[in-house]
């Protein structure tokens, strides 16, 4: 949308602004829901169809039900693993941003570290939860090191990306103004790198909760999320199974939707012709007609 | 130098290896002129627009801006690019403060002066809008909006013209010898369009590449205001064949 040659035209004219709305939610939020569903029906084909057994596979419903008819002691569950993929995803998110602003502006730091991060990426995750037991115990902490670890190399691969594809004319305009160089970083090259920044949250809030379960498995001492499941298993507890899987999902998908709402809500300007009005304090174009 | 005198260039050259990008050249600008640099790409005009702005320390010689040293200093002219470099995530009357925003504080009075400027010349409807609802024009004139209140006096335009269709092109050079008149600042006008340097000048300087280098300063008689048919005007033809001749490797 670069070319709107009448002055004054807003995008997608003559439509009203409520059907606009409906329509945008019947496909932001319709078309996934029905996607959603329609697995479920899949899923229910299938199980009916073939007569699968239920400690082979459960229908959805018995799914369903093993995971509300145990809420109570699934509750808690839920929130600690929530609580590693969080503060995980925090932390790797915070040290993959450092990482990548501080090799983007020191090039000598830049080939001596990178090897290391992908380095970092090749071990297996797994293969890490031992000794991060070791070293930290049956804690919180061990799991949020795994999810950090697992968070922060894309959001630093981007991060650095993104910062070595900044307009370097827009810096020397910057430059002419005489403006200084902490400046021009923040209000030049940290928005311009956004999108990619996004993009490596995104990717790693989808890695986040696997690496959380990952490490319950891993370095847990009774009570967590993955270990229920694993208990379930060994009862041939299918339903409960597969009730799990479908929390661990929800719980992954909840906080990718949640950095997508970050990201919607921090860069206005790829989805809006206009400025929010009082999207900044004391912006308010007081000597201009009310709308 | 004379009292009204700018901005002056003294033995300033530049040299990249084995390719001599500007020649030393010596050059004085009067204040309120409108002086347009035409020639080849390669012929030293970017790089002397960035001794001037600053951004590239010359190898010798000396620029001064109000007879102040001013070499491989920045801060002291507006510049704008054929790229108006406009930053997405700002919108327009945000944009045009940019500069205030970047060496300081925006202040009431500047963000004022910003819709002014943009009511004025025909952007009032749009400063809460982002660039990237403006048509190409549209963001030239906010680039330019964005020189303009930096309040500097020398303004440094690289061909800002470049990127826009014909008939844009031709609206935005009247509003631009608008905008100069209404302002008084002094204009010096990078482009390789010949009726473009002409149609809005008072003086042309014709720079030829190999090594890069200033070969013709002219003065351009043709009366003001310049409208359309300036262009058809016999001393237009002229001047246009007297630049084509340099341009193409005669003599001045």
Redesign the interface.
């Known amino acids: 949308m670069t070319d709107v040659t009448a002055p004054g035209a807003p995008r997608r004219a003559g439509r009203s602004s409520d059907e606009r709305v409906t329509r945008k939610v019947a496909r932001n939020v319709g078309v996934p829901v029905l996607s959603i569903v329609l697995l479920f029906a899949l899923w229910q084909g299938i199980v009916v169809v073939f007569h699968v057994a239920p400690y082979i596979a459960p229908r959805p419903r018995q799914a369903i039900l093993a995971v509300t008819q145990n809420w109570s002691t699934l509750w808690p569950l839920v929130l600690g693993t929530i609580r590693e993929t969080v503060y995980g995803f925090i932390a790797g998110a915070v040290l993959g941003v450092g990482l990548g602003v501080i090799m983007a502006k020191v090039p000598v730091l830049q080939r001596l570290v990178y090897p290391v991060l992908v380095l970092s990426q090749a071990v297996p995750i797994i293969a890490l939860a031992a000794p991060l037991v070791l070293i930290l115990g049956f804690s919180v902490t061990p799991k949020v090191v795994i999810v950090a670890w697992i968070v922060f190399f894309p959001v630093t691969v981007n991060v650095l990306d993104g910062l070595s594809h900044v307009d370097q004319d827009l810096v020397n305009l910057a430059r002419v103004y005489g403006a200084p160089r902490w400046r021009t970083f923040i209000q030049i090259e940290i928005p311009a790198t956004a999108t990619p920044l996004f993009s490596g949250l995104k990717i790693g809030a989808t890695y986040a909760v696997t690496g959380a379960i990952i490490g319950e498995l891993a370095a847990s001492d009774g009570s967590s999320l993955a270990l229920y499941q694993e208990h379930a298993n060994t009862n041939l507890n299918t339903a409960a199974v597969y009730g799990t899987t479908m929390l661990m999902t929800v719980i992954g998908i909840s906080w990718f939707l949640l950095v997508v709402g970050a990201e919607v809500f921090a860069t206005p300007w790829q989805r809006r012709t206009v400025a929010r009005r009082g999207w900044r304090r004391g912006d308010r174009l007081e000597d201009e007609p009310a709308h | 130098m004379s009292a009204s005198t700018l901005l002056e260039l003294r033995d300033v050259g530049k040299v990249f290896g084995d390719t001599v990008a500007l020649e030393p050249t010596t050059l004085s600008i009067d204040e309120g002129s409108f002086v347009a640099i035409v020639g080849p790409s390669g012929c030293g005009k970017s790089t002397m627009f960035n001794i001037i ?3 590239l320390a010359p190898d010798g010689g000396e620029v001064r801006l109000h007879d102040q040293p001013v070499t491989g200093a ?4 507006g ?1 704008m ?1 054929q ?1 108006d ?1 406009l ?5 327009v009357e945000d944009n045009i403060t ?2 205030k ?3 300081g504080r925006v202040s009431a009075a500047d963000r ?1 002066e910003a ?1 002014r400027v943009a009511r004025q010349y ?1 952007l009032g ?6 660039p ?5 024009g ?1 963001r030239q004139r906010v680039a330019f909006m964005r020189t303009l209140v ?1 309040h500097q006096p020398l303004l440094l335009l690289d061909e800002p013209f470049g990127a826009l269709d014909a008939q844009t092109r031709l609206e935005m050079q009247q509003w631009l010898l608008q905008v100069w008149k209404d302002t008084e600042r002094t204009v010096l006008f990078i482009t390789h369009d010949v009726d473009e340097s002409i149609f809005l000048s008072d003086r042309v300087l014709v720079m030829s590449p190999r090594p890069g280098r200033v070969v013709a300063d002219i003065v351009n008689p043709l009366a003001r205001p310049r409208t359309v048919d300036t262009l058809v005007d016999p001393q237009f033809v002229t001047i246009k064949g007297q630049i084509m001749h340099l341009l193409h490797g005669g003599q001045p």
């Open positions: 702005a600053g951004l920045t801060g002291h002219v510049y690019l790229k470099l930053v997405p995530w700002r919108t940019m500069a925003r970047l060496t004022g819709r025909g409807e749009f400063l809460r809008h982002y990237s609802a403006l048509s190409g549209m930096t």
